[in-house]
């Protein structure tokens, strides 16, 4: 990373539906995650290094990884933990 604030944070908009699947969706984003947080197929296998995600109107910030497929190895589209409102 440069320093550079846009280096540290990532704007990613939440619709409706993500709220209401309790998930927001890592398409185009896994290029700004280091390969820590990336954990085994299951959490019970092992778990990446846990990301903090604070987003806007939830009380609380999300502890979370990202799991991997494993069938294919290839990154989860989405972060392990659903997201608590």
């Known amino acids: 990373m440069s320093g550079d604030v846009s280096d540290r944070k990532r704007l990613v908009a939440i619709t409706k539906g993500n709220?209401?699947?309790k998930h927001i969706y890592l398409s185009g984003h896994h290029d700004f995650f280091p390969?820590?947080?990336y954990g085994e197929s299951s959490a019970q296998?092992?778990?990446?290094?846990e990301l903090t995600l604070l987003v806007e109107?939830?009380?609380e910030p999300v502890s979370?990884?990202?799991?991997?497929n494993g069938s294919d190895g290839?990154?989860?589209?989405?972060?392990?933990?659903?997201?608590i409102s």
């Open 19 to 21: 709220i209401a699947h």
């Open 35 to 37: 390969k820590e947080a």
């Open 57 to 59: 109107g939830f009380d």
């Open 74 to 83: 290839k990154p989860r589209i989405f972060f392990r933990n659903r997201l």
């Open 64 to 68: 979370t990884d990202i799991g991997i």
């Open 45 to 49: 296998i092992g778990k990446g290094k």
